[in-house]
């Protein structure tokens, strides 16, 4: 590969690493669980694998250690726990736990640990004293022992990547689940791209075999399909955890702030006992617990304030413009502000000893309240209507 041909390996890299981060706090908070941890090893072994053979790193590797081409058993160690990582979750996905599938994925990771021992072996018995940055397979497939290197990696990944795609291919219509589904899809790709990968730099070593020169192959087709493959394969095993938890954190993050303006409307009314105070980083769920429980709690003690006929009239006005859901979010934000006015002032709808309840047709309907109250004009509107109706009704 020319010096100047550079692969964009910064930004697959800084994904993984990010996607590593993320998940790190899932792996202090449920360590004992076995998908977790693979799933950690796996993002941590294809972001090392793209660190060490980006070309900066390779030279460095070479001038720390002093021994050259020390990156390539380094990078292959890692692509082959990858392989190993990736084959042992697909089969966690399949298969219900068992004794005959821990045998199996015991197995895998004796096999891999072997292939890895033997990767350094063979770069320790080989003579490959010319450092090579971009052309390290093609330079020496014909040395000793280094050729036996090369071809120990490149096989343990083609066999890995053919028995995860076929497994794929044989379980993908039996995935019903969205997000699943969506994660084979990515495998598939991903283990496809290896499959491209191997075959390039199996036909670029192969053409030195026979005197012939087609490195081209090894050095610029190959690693656009290595960065993709890491990249997919990690999609494939991520998106099936991270996207239900997204979508779940993203539904309570738009609730939560949808209900800030009505926490912020009942604040004025004191809890009966001191809240607990939760801090900005606490989990979502709990943030957003408390802030429904906050408002419930006032609007329980908002009931004696509340004016039922003041909610009627003000529903009935805003459904001659608005869709049921919008009136009854409207209706609320104005009944709930008058409440709040008279708990103010001290000033109760009723005096009975049993003060009646805020009734459903507020309650389960807060989120559009919430919107109602960032909406001041049209709030606004319908109270002048209401109020200007009940003046004229008054007077006649």
Not at 29 to 51: E, H, K, N, S
Not at 265 to 280: E, L, M, N, S, W
Not at 352 to 367: A, F, K, N, R, Y
Request: hydrophobic share 50%; net charge positive.
């Amino acid at each position: 590969m020319s010096p100047d041909f550079h692969i964009p390996y910064v930004l697959p890299t800084a994904l993984l690493a990010i996607a590593l981060v993320f998940k790190f706090p899932t792996l202090l908070r449920a360590w004992r669980d076995p998908d977790v941890r693979a799933t950690m090893i796996l993002l941590a072994c294809a972001t090392a694998v793209l660190v060490v053979i980006t070309p900066v790193n390779i030279h460095r590797l070479n001038v720390w250690t002093g021994i050259p081409n020390i990156a390539a058993p380094w990078a292959y160690s890692f692509l082959t726990a990858f392989c190993a990582t990736g084959l042992t979750m697909i089969m966690r996905w399949r298969e219900p736990p068992s004794a005959r599938r821990h045998r199996r994925m015991i197995a895998i990771y004796w096999i891999y640990a072997g292939i890895i021992a033997a990767l350094w072996g063979t770069f320790l018995l080989a003579d490959v004293p010319e450092p090579r940055i971009y052309d390290l397979d093609t330079y020496y497939a014909t040395t000793l022992w280094m050729r036996e290197h090369t071809l120990l990696y490149l096989l343990a990944h083609m066999v890995s990547s053919l028995i995860a795609a076929y497994m794929l291919w044989k379980w993908f219509p039996q995935v019903t689940h969205r997000w699943l589904k969506t994660g084979v899809v990515f495998l598939q790709l991903g283990y496809a791209s290896g499959l491209v990968f191997d075959a390039a730099k199996l036909i670029a070593v192969g053409a030195r075999w026979t005197g012939n020169n087609l490195d081209w192959l090894s050095t610029k087709a190959a690693p656009p399909f290595a960065l993709l493959e890491a990249i997919l394969v990690a999609l494939g095993f991520i998106v099936p955890q991270a996207a239900p938890f997204l979508q779940k954190w993203g539904r309570e993050q738009a609730e939560y702030l949808r209900l800030r303006p009505l926490w912020r409307t009942v604040r004025v009314v004191q809890p009966a006992a001191a809240t607990v105070r939760i801090g900005f980083w606490a989990p979502l769920d709990l943030r957003l617990t408390q802030r429904q429980q906050r408002i419930h709690d006032a609007l329980r003690f908002l009931a004696p304030y509340f004016d039922p006929d003041g909610y009627h009239d003000a529903y009935t006005a805003a459904l001659a413009e608005n869709s049921e859901q919008r009136a009854r979010g409207i209706a609320g934000a104005i009944a709930i502000q008058a409440a709040t006015d008279a708990y103010r002032r001290k000033a109760p709808h009723t005096t009975s000893d049993q003060p009646p309840q805020i009734g459903p047709s507020v309650t389960d309907h807060l989120e559009a309240i919430g919107r109602a109250l960032y909406r001041s004009r049209a709030l606004d509107r319908i109270r002048s209507q209401v109020t200007s109706t009940g003046s004229v009704t008054a007077h006649a």
